[in-house]
């Protein structure tokens, strides 16, 4: 690489088992649209390992979107340079695509984002293709476990539109936009996997 990762503990904690997933979930060819690449790591470990599949990596820090498009996009030939894109903000800069992942946002953002996400998925995904989500959620109006319980109150005290979301209500606001629930993954350190895919009478 042209210099140095920027590293990021969780990303390299979590990368492998959600590749392992991906595996299953993913389109063999085609465009994969990652909103929130944040360092890169993911998108370099996916890429490499999912070579069938073409790679467009999105930020709104211009700092990581350029290591991102300098490194990772010079050295993998199927990782496009990374474009800004801001989920609420419309059109988005890529306008069609096979699978869409967003990994670690949406209790990172207001939850306006999260509502915004789907609704642009919606308008980027054909039936049937897979929007992937990895993070903590409460299920059924409780944390998992203490420790999320402790990371929400960290995150809420850092801005009160952040936080640990409902895995229910983020279902209800995928199934408004268009989408089903496939699948929900158990992952290490109490985080899970969700798979929606695109209704086909949506949109």
Request: glycine letters at 6%; aromatic letters at 8%; one cysteine or more.
């Amino acid at each position: 690489m042209t210099a140095e990762a920027p590293y990021s503990a969780a990303a390299e904690r979590n990368k492998g088992p959600i590749l392992d997933v991906l595996r299953r979930v993913l389109p063999e060819e085609g465009l994969v649209l990652e909103i929130a690449s944040g360092t890169g790591r993911h998108v370099l470990h996916f890429a490499a390992a999912l070579p069938g599949l073409r790679w467009q990596p999105t930020d709104a820090d211009p700092e990581l979107r350029k290591w991102i498009s300098a490194s990772v996009a010079a050295e993998l030939g199927n990782v496009n340079a990374a474009l800004q894109l801001d989920v609420r903000k419309t059109p988005w800069a890529v306008r069609e695509a096979d699978a869409l992942l967003c990994i670690n946002m949406i209790h990172i953002s207001p939850w306006a984002a999260t509502v915004a996400l789907f609704d642009g998925a919606r308008d980027t995904l054909s039936a049937g293709d897979v929007l992937f989500l990895y993070g903590p959620y409460r299920r059924n109006d409780r944390h998992t476990a203490p420790s999320n319980e402790s990371f929400d109150a960290s995150l809420r005290s850092r801005d009160p539109e952040w936080g640990v979301r409902d895995l229910e209500e983020v279902t209800r606001t995928a199934q408004a936009a268009g989408f089903v629930l496939a699948e929900v993954v158990a992952m290490p350190a109490n985080n899970f996997s969700v798979i929606f895919r695109k209704a086909s009478s949506s949109g």
